[in-house]
Structure formats: structure tokens, C-alpha cells
């Protein structure tokens, strides 16, 4: 996925740094079997904050 994203057209501020994924058992899911947005929201927004510290 970070070959890709380097070899893009994307600009460089637009690419996000090998430090900024996480690995995740599961993403959450809704009772219908849909990815619940506000949950994965959430998760991420929650291991970013522990990276920053």
C-alpha cells in the first residue's frame, strides 16, 4: 500500500506517513452487517490519540 501511495499522483502532503496505519482485528460493524462510519470514526480517532501522546 506505501509503494502505491509514493509511486501516485497524489501531492505529498496529501500522503499519509507508514506511522499513520494501524492494524485492527475488525472493523466495526452495524446489527444490518454494514460498516458502522460513526464506529470506525471513533476507533481511529482513538489510535491516533494514542500515538500522540
Same mark, same amino acid.
Given at each position: 500500500?506505501?509503494?502505491?501511495?509514493?509511486?501516485?499522483?497524489? =501531492?505529498?502532503?496529501?500522503? =499519509?506517513?507508514?506511522?499513520?496505519?494501524?492494524?485492527?482485528?475488525?472493523? =466495526?460493524?452495524?446489527? %444490518?452487517?454494514?460498516?458502522?462510519?460513526?464506529?470506525?470514526? %471513533?476507533?481511529?480517532? %482513538?489510535?491516533?490519540?494514542?500515538?500522540?501522546?
Amino acid at each position: 500500500m506505501l509503494d502505491k501511495l509514493q509511486k501516485s499522483d497524489l =501531492p505529498a502532503l496529501r500522503k =499519509p506517513k507508514a506511522n499513520l496505519f494501524f492494524h485492527v482485528d475488525a472493523l =466495526p460493524l452495524l446489527g %444490518t452487517g454494514k460498516m458502522d462510519l460513526r464506529g470506525v470514526k %471513533t476507533l481511529a480517532a %482513538t489510535l491516533a490519540q494514542a500515538v500522540e501522546v
